[in-house]
C-alpha cells in the first residue's frame, strides 16, 4: 500500500543521506546540516497527513528509530574525529621530536668538525711556518734559543735502569729504554653462545659454551670467575708489559734530551746479552733460566710457570726536531720543549721569548687558548662542558706541536715528511663521521616543513611531483654550503688565501641553486 511504500522510500533517503554525511568533510558541514532536515519533511510530507491511530504510532516509531539513529551516527562521528585528532597530534610531536634531534645532531657534528678542521689547519700552517724557520746545528748556539731547531748526534744514557720485580736486571750503561714482558701460564675461559629458535611461542633459546685453555698470557685471568671451579691460577710474578726512560740522557755535545722526547723511540733489541744466565723474582723468589728468547722457570707447562723477556734502546744516533731553550736546572746543557704556533706577526727577539713561554705551558694552560674564539663560544654556547672535556682529553688536538725525536740521521725535510704525516687518517676519519652526521641532522631539520609543505593546497602537489630525490639534493647541498663555511672560518686566522676560495665555493653553490630553483619554478 501506499503508507509501506512510503517507509520504505523514507529509510531509503535518510540511510542514503547518513552515509553521504559521514563521508562529507568537515568543511562541508553546512551541506551535511541542510541534507539533515529532507528525511524528516519526506516523513512529515508522506505521513504526517494520516489520521489513523496506526498511523501516528508508526510515525512515532519511525521518528524514535531515526533519533537512535542520529545519536549513533553522532557517537561514531565522535569517535572518529578523536582518533584522526590523536593521530595528528602523534605525528606533530614525532615531527618536533625529529627536528629536535636533528639541531642537536647538526650541533655535534659541527663541533667535532670545527675542532678536527681547526687542529688540522693549525697543524698546516705550523709545518709550513716551520719548513722556512728550522734551523740545522750541532751546537748549542745562544742566539737559536727560542727557535726550531735541527739537530742530529748521538743519544747516551747517563743513568741506570732497574726493572724493581727482578733482583738482578740493571743497566748501567748502553740504555735508553728498558721493555719487560712478563707471561704466566695460566687456565683461560672461552665463551662460545648460540641462539635457537623455539618450535612454540616464537621465543629463542640462547645457550653459552665455556671452554678452557691452557695458554702463555701477558694479562691476568681471575679463576674466581670462572664456571669450572677446579680450574684455578695461581700467579708467583703479575704479568703484564711495563716500559722505563732513562731519565738522564746526553744528545750531542751540548744538548740534554727531555725524558719525553726519548720516549718517542722504539726500536727495541734484545737485552739477554747484556744479562746473566738467570733473573730471579723480587717478590715471591721465583728464578727464571735463559732459555731461546725467554727466561723460564719451570717445565713451562704447568699452571703458573713464567716466562721474562728483557728489551732495550740501546744508545746511537738520532735525530732531534724541536724548540731550544734553557734548561731549568742551573749549570745544565741546553734542552729541548714542543714548538707551538703563536700569532701576529713580531720580531725575532719577542717571537723567541713567545716560543719559550708557550712551550713552557701543560695540557691544563692549553685548552684555554682558543676561548676568545667567537666561533667556538657560539657554537659551545648550549653545551660548553663538551668542548673542554674535548680539549682535556685530547690537548694536542688544541695545540699541536713539533717535539720528535727519531733513530738515526734524518734530513730537515724527511722529519717534516714525517710529521705531516702522522694522522691524515685519523683526520679524513673524523671528516666522514662529521659530514654524516650533519647531512642527517640537516634531513631530520628539514623534515616537519616538508610535511607542511605537502598539506598546504598550492605548494603540496609541487612537492609531491619534485619527490624525494629533489629534498635529498637540497639536504646534501646545505650540508656542502656548511661544510665549506666551517673550513672558511677554521683557515681564516692561519690560512686567509685557503679559506677565501672556500668561501668563493660556498657562494658559487648558493648562486647556482637559487639560479636552478627560480628556472625550475
Not at 47 to 68: C, D, I, M, N
Not at 289 to 297: E, K, N, Y
Request: charged share 20%.
Amino acid at each position: 500500500n501506499s503508507m509501506t511504500r512510503n517507509f520504505h522510500i523514507a529509510l531509503f533517503w535518510g540511510a542514503t543521506l547518513s552515509a553521504v554525511e559521514a563521508l562529507t568533510k568537515p568543511h562541508r558541514g553546512h551541506l551535511s546540516r541542510s541534507m539533515n532536515n529532507k528525511p524528516a519533511a519526506f516523513l512529515r510530507r508522506h505521513v504526517g497527513a494520516s489520521t489513523s491511530l496506526r498511523a501516528r504510532v508508526r510515525e512515532h516509531r519511525y521518528k524514535k528509530s531515526g533519533a537512535l539513529a542520529a545519536s549513533w551516527q553522532e557517537r561514531l562521528r565522535g569517535r572518529i574525529l578523536t582518533t584522526v585528532h590523536d593521530a595528528q597530534v602523534r605525528r606533530t610531536a614525532g615531527l618536533i621530536a625529529e627536528a629536535l634531534a636533528g639541531v642537536i645532531l647538526i650541533y655535534l657534528s659541527v663541533t667535532v668538525m670545527w675542532l678536527n678542521e681547526r687542529r688540522n689547519a693549525r697543524i698546516e700552517s705550523l709545518i709550513s711556518i716551520a719548513s722556512n724557520q728550522c734551523v740545522s746545528t750541532k751546537k748549542a748556539q745562544p742566539e737559536n734559543r727560542g727557535e726550531l731547531v735541527h739537530v742530529t748526534g748521538e743519544a747516551r744514557s747517563m743513568s741506570p735502569i732497574a726493572d724493581g720485580r727482578f733482583r738482578n736486571v740493571v743497566f748501567s750503561a748502553n740504555c735508553l729504554r728498558l721493555k719487560t714482558t712478563v707471561e704466566v701460564f695460566q687456565w683461560v675461559q672461552h665463551a662460545h653462545t648460540t641462539e635457537k629458535k623455539d618450535l612454540v611461542g616464537g621465543g629463542t633459546t640462547r645457550t653459552t659454551t665455556y671452554t678452557y685453555t691452557q695458554e702463555w698470557s701477558t694479562h691476568r685471568h681471575d679463576s674466581g670467575s670462572f664456571k669450572q671451579k677446579d680450574k684455578q691460577n695461581k700467579f708467583l710474578v703479575n704479568p703484564g708489559v711495563e716500559e722505563k726512560t732513562c731519565d738522564r740522557v746526553e744528545f750531542g755535545d751540548d744538548f740534554m734530551a727531555p725524558e719525553n722526547l726519548v720516549q718517542q723511540l722504539d726500536d727495541y733489541v734484545s737485552a739477554h746479552d747484556h744479562l746473566d744466565s738467570s733473573v730471579t723474582a723480587a717478590v715471591g723468589g721465583v728464578k727464571c733460566v735463559r732459555r731461546g728468547a725467554w727466561f723460564l722457570s719451570g717445565s713451562g707447562s704447568e699452571v703458573g710457570d713464567v716466562r721474562v723477556k728483557f728489551d732495550i734502546v740501546c744508545d746511537g744516533l738520532a735525530t732531534v726536531m724541536s724548540l731550544q731553550v734553557a734548561n731549568e736546572r742551573a749549570g745544565e746543557k741546553e734542552t729541548f720543549a714542543p714548538y707551538r704556533m703563536i700569532s701576529g706577526r713580531i720580531g725575532k727577539a719577542v717571537r723567541q721569548q713567545r716560543l719559550i713561554a708557550e712551550s713552557r705551558k701543560d695540557s691544563i694552560e692549553l685548552p684555554g687558548e682558543d676561548d676568545s674564539s667567537w666561533v667556538v663560544l657560539a657554537l659551545c654556547c648550549c653545551l660548553p662542558g663538551m668542548r673542554h672535556f674535548v680539549n682535556s682529553c685530547f690537548p694536542s688536538a688544541v695545540a699541536p706541536q713539533i717535539h720528535h725525536m727519531f733513530s738515526g740521521v734524518m734530513s730537515p725535510g724527511k722529519c717534516i715528511s714525517v710529521i705531516q704525516a702522522e694522522n691524515p687518517i685519523m683526520v679524513w676519519m673524523i671528516r666522514l663521521v662529521s659530514w654524516v652526521g650533519l647531512c642527517a641532522g640537516v634531513t631530520a631539520l628539514f623534515s616537519p616543513f616538508v610535511a607542511f609543505v605537502d598539506i598546504m593546497p598550492l605548494l603540496g602537489p609541487l612537492a609531491s611531483s619534485l619527490g624525494i630525490g629533489s629534498f635529498l639534493l637540497l639536504c646534501l647541498l646545505v650540508t656542502l654550503i656548511g661544510v665549506l663555511l666551517v673550513l672558511t672560518l677554521a683557515y681564516m686566522p692561519y690560512s686567509p688565501l685557503l679559506a677565501t676560495v672556500y668561501l668563493l665555493l660556498a657562494a658559487g653553490i648558493i648562486i647556482a641553486s637559487l639560479v636552478t630553483s627560480k628556472r625550475l619554478i
